[in-house]
């Protein structure tokens, strides 16, 4: 099932970026290549906080990274 609380904003070989629905938050995630040559997304991630949303953007990173996930496997961008 979809998460209503993510959209993508933007999905390419080198990145997926996802916003926060309720909040405007933005984050970005690379792709990058795991010891055994598979696509992952990057252990790092860029955030840029709305500074009007009630919560940081920090507060919704692991649910970003797992919708961003998600979405890469969708559009096949991720082994």
């Known amino acids: 099932m979809p998460d209503p609380n993510f959209t993508v904003e933007h999905c390419s ?3 997926i970026r996802v916003v926060h629905s309720g909040e405007g ?3 970005k995630f690379s792709f ?3 010891n055994k040559g598979r696509r992952i997304l990057s252990p790092t991630i860029s955030c840029r906080d709305n500074d009007k949303a009630p919560h940081s ?3 919704f990173a692991k649910e970003a990274r797992r919708f ?3 979405e890469a496997h969708k559009r ?3 082994d």
């Open 25 to 27: 938050h933005r984050y």
């Open 13 to 15: 070989d080198a990145e």
């Open 32 to 34: 990058t290549t795991d």
């Open 68 to 70: 961003a996930e998600t």
């Open 57 to 59: 953007a920090e507060h």
């Open 76 to 78: 096949e961008k991720m």
